[in-house]
C-alpha cells in the first residue's frame, strides 16, 4: 500500500507522545485488549497487502504495453515483500498470521469484487485512490500505536511508485481523451463511497479494533476525533483527485 503525498499529514512520530504511544511493544503488549486490537490491524493490514499483491499481478494483463506490464509486477512484488514483513512480525510476537488475517479476508474481498475494474485505466485509479484511502487510515492509527507496531506499519505504507504511475498515466490518457474524465471521475467517486463502508465495516466486527479508535486503549483517540480522521481522509481524496485531474 501507499500514500503518494502523505496527505493526511499524520504525523509518524507524535510529537510529545504519551500513554501507549511512548511505549515499546513489550510494555504496550501487557495490556490483552491492546495487543488483541495490534494483532487485528496486522492482520487486516497482512491481508490488504496480499490483496494488493494479487490485484496488480491481475491488472498486469491489461496492461497496453510491455513496459506498463512490467512497472505494475515490480509493484506487485514490493506490495508481497511488505505482506511478508507483517506475516514475520505477527509470526515474531507467536500470532499464527493466517489466524490473524482470516476475519478480514471476505470484507476484503467483497470489496474487490464489487469494485473490480473495467479496463486498465478504472484499474489504475482504483489502485490510486482504494489503496491510499487504506493508507491514510492505517497511517492516522499508527500514531497512536507502540513505537514498535508503528514503525512497523509506517514500513509497509512506504510508496510503492503506484501513485506517481498512475497519475501520469491517467493524466495522459485524459489529455488525449477528455471524455474519459467524467468517466473515471464517477468510478473514483463510487471507490471513496466503498472503501469508507468497507472500512467502517471492518472496525465495526472487530471489538479490540473498534475500542482502539474510539478510546480505551489508544491516547486521546475519541469519538470525535474518529469524525475528524474520516473528514481528513476525504479531504485527502480531493486532492488526489485533482492530481489524477478529476472532479471529487
Sequence with gaps: METPDHATDTPAEPAGATGIAAQDWATAAADPQYRAAVVDLLGALAYGELAAFERLAEDAKLAPTLADKAELAKMATAEFHHFEQLSRRLTAVEEDPTAAMEPFAKALDDFHRQTAPSDWL??????????????????????????????????????????????????????????????????????????????????ADRDALSTMLVGGVADGFDLAEVGRMFSRITEAHTKRMAALGLAA
Excluded: C
Design 122 to 203: 478504472e484499474g489504475l485509479v482504483k489502485a490510486y485512490v482504494g489503496d491510499s484511502i487504506a493508507s491514510d487510515f492505517y497511517r492516522e492509527v499508527a500514531a497512536r500505536l507502540d513505537t514498535d507496531t508503528r514503525a512497523l506499519v509506517l514500513a509497509v505504507l512506504d510508496d510503492t511508485g503506484h501513485g506517481n504511475f498512475a497519475v501520469e498515466k491517467v493524466r495522459a490518457a485524459i489529455e488525449a481523451d477528455p471524455r474519459l474524465g467524467g468517466r473515471l471521475a464517477l468510478w473514483a467517486r463510487r471507490l471513496m463511497g466503498e472503501a469508507l463502508s468497507q472500512a467502517q465495516r471492518v472496525v
